[in-house]
């Protein structure tokens, strides 16, 4: 067996198949699982860090962190402190938070 026929497993789902005749109402039975090409795909996830900007009030030491408020940039955080400020007696700050995410590919 060489490496090309490990990648290439039989899809668990349909056994190989790539048909399912519990769901040969669906989408003709289709197996959704391999698309109906019977192939099992490796599916690789990967660990990714991005941040984000929201502002701060230091006065009342409210975080404005709901997702609409959130920005992606500090420039662009910056950007709304200007529109938050005349609502504001003290000056407006930035804080940067980091959050985790995943990436899923399909390699195979
Ligand atoms: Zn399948």
Known sequence: ????????????????TGNL???????GGECFSCNG????????RQKKQSHYWLVLDPERNRLYDETYLRRDTEADALELAKEMQPMHLQ???????TYTYYETKRVI
């Open 1 to 16: 067996m060489t490496n090309t026929d490990k990648k290439h497993l039989p899809c668990p789902k349909c056994c190989g």
């Open 21 to 27: 005749w519990e769901f040969s109402h669906v989408k």
């Open 37 to 44: 090409t019977g192939i099992k795909h490796r599916v690789t």
């Open 91 to 97: 000056p407006l700050q930035l804080v940067e938070k």
